[in-house]
């Protein structure tokens, strides 16, 4: 796929569902010119955790966790508001926070700008651009579904970690997959990464 769109930013928290993370990684770095990408230090030990990949976060190398290079993607500073994706005269196509924890998604929610990611979606909302949140709790309390209301409200989309299984996904990528398809989907972006339903049957019945 040759790339066609500009610029993409992405936060990555401490919840659970680092695969998530990785393959928009890898199928965006493919799609986007520059890819600004934000990790919470709880982030790195879910990776670790889940996928057995440890990440230096000062000799910080993408290419251990996605298996390819992608000088693309600019890791920032999360303490550091000196970035563009914390002013809202940065243009970029969107965000997408994967996978995104309920503090984070709270924080959001509320107002309360406490780190870079956090600031850089309350500046998609404020500029009315794309935020799309992909949490993978489960059950949700009161207060969650109350939290995922307001940023609803406020124009973020909220789209829950949920795999689909009618395309009979054959290992975990392809599962997560089902998931990181839909949210680039959400950002306007026309892709192959998983097909479309019943796509097939319309072009055979051509």
């Known amino acids: 796929m040759s790339i066609k769109y500009k610029k993409l930013v992405v936060g990555v928290t401490g919840a659970s569902g680092a695969i998530y993370a990785q393959r928009l990684l890898l199928h965006s770095k493919e799609i986007f010119n520059e890819i600004f990408l934000m990790m919470s230090r709880q982030a790195y030990q879910v990776i670790e955790t889940e996928q057995g990949i440890r990440l230096d976060k000062e000799h910080f190398e993408i290419s251990r966790w996605l298996g390819s290079s992608a000088p693309n993607i600019h890791l920032l500073d999360d303490n550091n508001y000196f970035t563009p994706p914390a002013s809202g005269s940065f243009r970029h196509d969107g965000m997408i926070i994967v996978p995104c924890s309920m503090g984070t998604a709270g924080r959001i929610a509320n107002g309360i700008s406490n780190d870079l990611l956090t600031r850089s979606a309350d500046v998609c909302l404020k500029e009315?651009?794309?935020?799309?949140?992909?949490?993978?709790?489960?059950?949700?309390?009161?207060?969650?579904?109350?939290?995922?209301?307001?940023?609803?409200?406020?124009?973020?989309?909220?789209?829950p970690a949920s795999p689909a299984w009618y395309h009979k996904p054959e290992?975990?990528?392809?599962?997560?997959?089902?998931?990181?398809?839909?949210?680039?989907?959400?950002?306007?972006?026309?892709?192959?990464?998983?097909?479309?339903?019943?796509?097939?049957?319309?072009?055979?019945?051509?």
Do not use: C, Y
Request: net charge neutral; proline share 4%.
């Open 128 to 159: 009315q651009r794309k935020l799309i949140l992909i949490p993978r709790e489960m059950p949700w309390n009161v207060m969650m579904l109350q939290n995922m209301t307001k940023l609803a409200q406020s124009g973020a989309t909220i789209l």
């Open 171 to 206: 290992n975990f990528n392809e599962l997560a997959d089902t998931v990181v398809s839909r949210a680039l989907q959400l950002l306007g972006v026309d892709h192959n990464i998983t097909p479309q339903w019943m796509q097939e049957e319309v072009n055979h019945g051509k």
